[in-house]
Structure formats: structure tokens, C-alpha cells
Nanobody
Framework: QAQLVESGGGSVQAGGSLRLSCVPS?????????MAWFRQASGKEREGVAS???????KYADSVKGRFTISRDNNKITLYLRMDSLEPEDSAMYYC?????????????????WGQGTQVIVSS
């Protein structure tokens, strides 16, 4: 059964860094998928953080530009999110998502496949 498994979350102080990983299993042709990271803070809607398309094109939410970097390793079949200069406002559950439809939207409804999430807590 296809699934996405996130890891790398944790608790850090403001200004610190974390690297999240997402490993898909049961997917054929990982390189054919648009991959993305979303996050959802308590009491808030899920929001798109960053996406990376099949050709490596990346997009970022304005709130994380210059601080977060999304990347993918098609040989290791792994998606990453490097998060630097973390702020308390970045605290949320972070989810990995995938779609074969291309990175044409950062709406959560665009993505068919989701992981269970990994928690990030940033303290001031």
C-alpha cells in the first residue's frame, strides 16, 4: 500500500534549524510526482509551505521564503524540507503530500496522497 512517511520534527528554540524528510513507499515513479510540504497549526487551516515539481521547480509560501528549502533526491526517493531561522509561528504539524497532476496549485485539495505528519515546536 502506498504511503508517505515523514520524520525529522522536534522541538527547537527560535533561530534554530530542522530538516524534515518524507519517504514514499509503494509509489512507482517517484520522480513523476509533484511533492509538497504543508503545515497545520492548532486551530488553523492547513497551508502550503513549499512544493517541488518533477523538473525541480520550487515554490514557497511568502512566510517561509529565504528560510526554508525544499529538495528531492530521486535516487534515494526522499523529499526534504530544510528549515532555518525558525520562528514560534512555524510551530505546526508538517505534512508531506504528493500528486501526479503537477505543481499547479498549493491547495490541499489538489494533492491526493498524504502522510501522517511530524510535529515541529519552536519556542521563543
Amino acid at each position: 500500500q502506498a504511503q508517505l512517511v515523514e520524520s525529522g520534527g522536534g522541538s527547537v528554540q527560535a533561530g534554530g534549524s530542522l530538516r524534515l524528510s518524507c519517504v514514499p513507499s509503494g509509489y512507482s515513479y517517484f520522480r513523476d510526482y509533484c511533492m509538497a510540504w504543508f503545515r497545520q497549526a492548532s486551530g488553523k487551516e492547513r497551508e502550503g509551505v513549499a512544493s517541488i515539481d518533477r523538473d525541480g521547480t520550487t515554490k514557497y509560501a511568502d512566510s517561509v521564503k529565504g528560510r526554508f528549502t525544499i529538495s528531492r533526491d530521486n535516487n534515494k526517493i526522499t523529499l526534504y524540507l530544510r528549515m532555518d531561522s525558525l520562528e514560534p509561528e512555524d510551530s505546526a504539524m508538517y505534512y508531506c503530500a504528493a500528486t501526479r497532476s503537477g505543481c499547479y496549485s498549493m491547495s490541499s485539495s489538489w494533492f491526493e496522497h498524504w502522510g501522517q505528519g511530524t510535529q515541529v515546536i519552536v519556542s521563543s
